[in-house]
């Protein structure tokens, strides 16, 4: 857990100095890997000509939400994130230093919330993005892991999800490594042990009570 020694900083435009106040942060670690190929459209047919030629896609995201308390606020609830992109036909460890994660905004359906993973990249001159969703649903039956553990990607030419798919597929965290992803939450900018774990303990009841609000109206 990161602890802040001062809650301020200050920057100085000529003679004049602004001071901001820092909030206290959450920030977290996760990988999701699965079959993909390129020239499909279809994150579930992607997925299966993937598997069928062994061609994964991964990515490694570092998730940084600045304001945890702004961030659970706010009913889009979007942060920055970076990471890395590991893709055969295009490279391994490929820097992705742009991003944004979305965690339960609200779907098209009033009864879904969804979780996006994007990432923006360049490979031999040509920027892509990764355009990941998982589907939170009140299907019948109880299956909250399977949709916080599947996301449904596809890879855009550009800089943004708005540029021509050149590529599908579904990529997954394993249930066992969502224990492994418990380590990496961290909070940041705060002043003590007690003020992280609150900060900690406050997320962790927002991220179990969205998952819960939408399986409990099964």
């Known amino acids: 857990m990161a602890e802040a020694a001062g809650r301020e900083s200050s920057v100085k435009t000529g003679d004049l100095i602004m001071t901001t106040e820092i909030k206290p942060g959450v920030s977290f670690n996760e990988t999701m890997k699965g079959g993909f190929a390129l020239g499909e459209t279809d994150p579930k047919k992607g ?5 069928a030629a062994g061609t994964k896609l991964a990515i490694h995201c570092d998730i940084d939400i600045a304001d945890s308390y702004a961030f659970i606020a706010d009913p889009q609830h979007y942060a920055a994130m970076h990471g890395h992109v590991d893709f055969p036909p295009l490279g391994m460890n490929i820097p992705a230093p742009t991003g944004l994660f979305n965690l339960f905004s609200p779907g098209d359906n009033p009864r879904h919330k969804q979780m996006i993973y994007e990432l923006g990249f360049e490979h031999d001159g040509q920027e892509y993005y990764v355009a990941g969703k998982k589907e939170v649903r009140d299907d019948p039956g109880f299956d909250m892991w399977d949709d916080i553990t599947t996301c449904f990607a596809r890879l855009h030419e550009g800089t943004d999800k708005s540029g021509p798919v050149v590529g599908a597929g579904v990529i ?39 998952i819960w609000e939408t399986h409990s109206k099964i």
């Open 172 to 210: 997954y965290i394993k249930k066992e490594q969502l224990l492994n992803l418990i380590p990496t939450i961290r909070a940041t900018n705060t002043n003590s042990k007690q003020e992280s774990l609150k900060v900690l303990a406050d997320f962790g009841k927002f991220f179990m009570g969205s």
């Open 47 to 51: 997925e299966e000509k993937g598997d």
